[in-house]
């Protein structure tokens, strides 16, 4: 299966991006762990992050024709901010596993509220880059319990 990796803005800047809050680890060393991992149980990976909503929402929009199963989104900001991603996301009807490196319910209360949490599968936050290959973990299950 094709499984979708989003991620929005200022991810780009893992690795140096305020390291208290969401780790050392680079979105390249992420991007290439998830690949293994997929690779090696005979899926594909997609993956992208952008800092600029509307390219986002192309991608949301253009994976049913990629016969994308599941979406991994970490929306960043746009969590906290952007009901078009969640209708994006609504509108394709493709399950997805919301993802935040840092709790998000131990920071600013802004940060707290997710136009995304009530419609996902499941949310993981704290966990750092680990909650990106347990949404992976989780992804690969539902799919193989899928073919039974
Ligand atoms: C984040 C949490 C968001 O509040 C923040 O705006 C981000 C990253 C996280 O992964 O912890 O950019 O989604």
Redesign the pocket.
Same mark, same amino acid.
């Given at each position: 299966a094709t499984i979708l990796v989003l991620n929005?803005?200022? &991810?780009n800047l893992l690795g140096t991006r305020e390291p208290g809050?969401?780790g050392q680890a680079t979105l390249a060393q992420i991007q290439r762990a998830l690949e293994e991992t997929a690779q090696s149980e005979g899926h594909r990976l997609q993956f992208l992050q952008s800092n600029a909503e509307h390219l986002l929402i192309e991608a949301i929009h253009k994976a049913p024709q990629d016969d994308v199963s599941y979406i991994i989104i970490?929306? !960043? !900001?746009f969590?906290?901010t952007s009901v078009a991603l969640r209708d994006a996301l609504l509108a394709v009807a493709i399950p997805f596993i919301e #993802?935040? &490196? /840092?709790n #998000?319910h131990a +920071?600013e209360p802004f +940060?707290a509220h997710s136009y995304f949490s009530d419609v996902a599968v499941g949310v993981i /936050?704290g966990l750092g880059a680990e909650g990106y290959a347990l949404a992976l973990r989780a992804v690969l299950s539902r799919l193989a319990q899928d073919q039974q």
């Open positions: 929005g803005p200022n &991810l809050h969401y970490n929306p !960043a !900001a969590t906290h #993802v935040h &490196l /840092s #998000v +920071r +940060r /936050s």
